[in-house]
């Protein structure tokens, strides 16, 4: 049974995870996360390797230790600089229904991706995730958010998405920003046991050590402004553009 327990920090108030205050003492939101990060939700992010097959046929990451150095060397600094402010922003836009801010923020995460396939994945699932949200939670800030995604033409974006349900369920920016770290990590790790020979021992055994690694990459990512956003890795953005054209392919992109 879970306790009521404030966590403390030195982070700002709003940094620190909330009180839970329902009967035992059980974050409500906790429940809802869970769902829309298990593989049973359908945003078809389980048909994306996120770029890791374009770098598997590329001859780049052929086994754990290569995809571990890619994990670190890639994948965290990504989350740090593009990712998780790009979530974090949203969810305090979202707070203070700042609609012309979400359609920046829309417009500069699109552009971020620089590869085709890549951008319309992280569209695809960013719309799929909205529309659940609007229609599984019954919730007038999707329905406002989609409409406005609408009529202003911005992409959708899986991690904008990310901090609309944060809001929708009433959960902190530490739960937005854990949520997008793990789904992130955990999707690539999931994708690298269809095309790698790693298995699921390698595959947890990587996860938990890039888990670890969350809480600092969380704290640094809040210290991004909006104006600082930006990372890439050539490489990836290579191999991803020329998995388009590849004779044969296990994912989207």
């Excluded at 598997?56 to 965290?76: H, I, K, M």
């Excluded at 600089?81 to 923020?105: C, S, V």
Aim: proline share 4%; net charge neutral; with cysteine.
């Amino acid at each position: 049974m879970c306790r009521r327990e404030k966590l403390m920090s030195d982070a700002p108030k709003e940094n620190t995870f909330a009180r839970a205050d329902v009967a035992g003492g059980c974050a409500p939101w906790l429940s809802f996360f869970l769902q829309s990060n298990d593989t049973f939700f359908p945003t078809g992010s389980y048909a994306h390797s996120f770029g890791l097959e374009g770098l598997a046929q590329a001859g780049l990451v052929t086994d754990r230790s290569s995809l571990r150095e890619f994990v670190f060397a890639s994948t965290l600094p990504s989350l740090q600089r593009n990712d998780l402010p790009i979530a974090a922003h949203a969810w305090r836009a979202f707070g203070e229904k700042d609609w012309a801010r979400l359609g920046q923020l829309s417009i500069l995460a699109s552009s971020l991706k620089t590869a085709k396939e890549a951008r319309f994945a992280a569209e695809n699932i960013g719309r799929q995730r909205a529309e659940l949200c609007a229609t599984l939670h019954e919730s007038d800030l999707a329905r406002t958010y989609l409409q406005n995604l609408q009529a202003g033409g911005w992409p959708p974006h899986a991690n904008i998405s990310v901090a609309l349900e944060a809001r929708v369920f009433a959960a902190p920016l530490d739960a937005a920003l854990v949520s997008v770290f793990y789904s992130s990590v955990a999707g690539l790790l999931a994708a690298a046991m269809k095309l790698l020979r790693i298995g699921q021992n390698g595959a947890q055994s990587l996860l938990t050590e890039a888990m670890a690694s969350a809480p600092a990459v969380i704290a640094a990512a809040q210290t991004i402004s909006f104006e600082e956003i930006g990372w890439f890795n050539p490489w990836l953005d290579i191999a991803a553009a020329r998995h388009e054209t590849a004779d044969a392919r296990l994912f989207i992109s």
